[in-house]
């Protein structure tokens, strides 16, 4: 079974939790706002408590084999890029260590040549001693790669559709394995068949109609809390932001649009977590954790090596794929990064705005020991 049949019917058929679900993403007057706004509050109180797991990206390599038009990454964009050896990751890792992390986020472009199924394990043993709880997010694989990594010490895989627009998605992604949509959209299955504990999925919102956009995403968790009922289901709502390419979405959602959306997936999935990132600001970041996010990244970096200034000596350009002269040096050059983040607060700083507002910061939330006898 796949979620794509699902998907593609979902114009003429929804479930009855669907249809409640597009019914609170409609727009709302202030007073039904509120009161959305003040049973979202509610139901993530009596889930998750006044918790926040804190996690940070470490970023592995900006190689990549797909032209993606929005994002920073993609093959055709002069960029500087790198790879980082597993002493240099090591090294990122006890940084975000000392900064209090225990959950960690491994990311990457997808390049076999670069990152591969191997280089992903010896990564996570590497991390493991630092960190109980290591996700990655890298070009989809199939279920037996997964599973080394899986038994590395990986708990969480995270794959984002980007956009459940077919149409759309073909626009976007012009070359390179990440064409193919169906193979993108099977690949939390394909984790969770391998072993992981944790899914986590997403919309890059900018792509399509927003709300077009939820109605998928909504969707794809339904099913996959079906389909993948062992598993801690996580989504993320990641708006466009400024990148190499300079990529401009045509669609938009504004901050009262996405507060609405975190209030509606709450409400209609009470016991799933929400997860926001430093694409946000810091103010709205601040609002939006009383209303349903239950993860936030903090103090991240999207280049690889940007924490300790890992990997410099080994940056080069690449031009369409191929690596070119580069006539840049010198300590203040880095790896290009995926993205611009507008939340720049330290974690420490992020840790303490939740406390003012009464959230307790969790920087690790288990540990491989509960699973032993």
């Not at 990206?57 to 929005?70: A, K, M, Q, T, V």
């Not at 394909?190 to 709300?211: H, K, M, Q, S, T």
């Not at 400024?242 to 990529?247: K, Q, W």
Request: proline share 5%; glycine share 8%; charged share 25%.
């Amino acid at each position: 079974m796949s979620f794509a049949p699902f998907l593609n019917n979902l114009p003429l058929q929804k479930s009855r939790l669907l249809q409640r679900f597009a019914d609170l993403i409609a727009p709302k007057s202030d007073t039904e706002f509120e009161a959305l706004a003040q049973e979202s509050r509610a139901l993530t109180l009596q889930n998750f408590g006044r918790t926040m797991r804190l996690f940070a990206p470490l970023y592995l390599s900006n190689e990549c084999i797909n032209n993606c038009r929005y994002c920073g990454f993609s093959r055709d964009n002069p960029i500087l890029r790198v790879t980082l050896g597993l002493e240099e990751v090591m090294q990122e890792g006890k940084f975000l260590a000392g900064e209090g992390f225990r959950q960690v986020l491994l990311v990457a472009g997808e390049h076999p040549k670069f990152v591969g199924q191997s280089y992903l394990a010896d990564c996570v043993r590497a991390l493991a001693p630092d960190f109980p709880s290591i996700s990655v997010e890298v070009g989809p694989m199939e279920t037996a790669d997964y599973v080394p990594i899986v038994e590395a010490g990986a708990e969480g895989l995270v794959v984002y559709q980007e956009t459940y627009d077919r149409e759309i998605y073909a626009q976007m992604h012009t070359s390179g394995p990440k064409r193919d949509f169906n193979w993108r959209l099977d690949c939390a299955e394909r984790g969770y068949d391998a072993g992981f504990r944790r899914l986590g999925i997403g919309a890059l919102l900018g792509l399509a109609p927003w709300e077009q956009e939820a109605i998928g995403l909504a969707a794809h968790v339904e099913y996959l809390l079906k389909r993948c009922w062992r598993a801690q289901i996580t989504v993320s709502l990641p708006r466009l932001r400024p990148a190499a390419g300079e990529f401009q979405p045509a669609f938009s959602i504004t901050d009262r649009e996405l507060a609405r959306l975190i209030c509606a997936l709450r409400i209609t999935f009470p016991q799933v977590g929400i997860v926001l990132s430093t694409r946000e600001r810091a103010a709205l970041r601040d609002v939006l954790a009383s209303l349903g996010v239950t993860m936030m990244s903090a103090g991240s970096h999207t280049e690889p090596g940007g924490y300790t200034r890992q990997g410099v000596s080994s940056l080069h350009r690449t031009v369409r794929g191929r690596i070119v002269p580069e006539d840049q040096a010198g300590e203040n050059i880095l790896a290009t990064g995926q993205f611009d983040i507008s939340d720049e607060r330290s974690p420490a700083e992020v840790a303490e705005a939740l406390r003012r507002r009464g959230f307790e910061p969790v920087w690790k939330d288990w540990d491989a020991a509960l699973l032993t006898s």
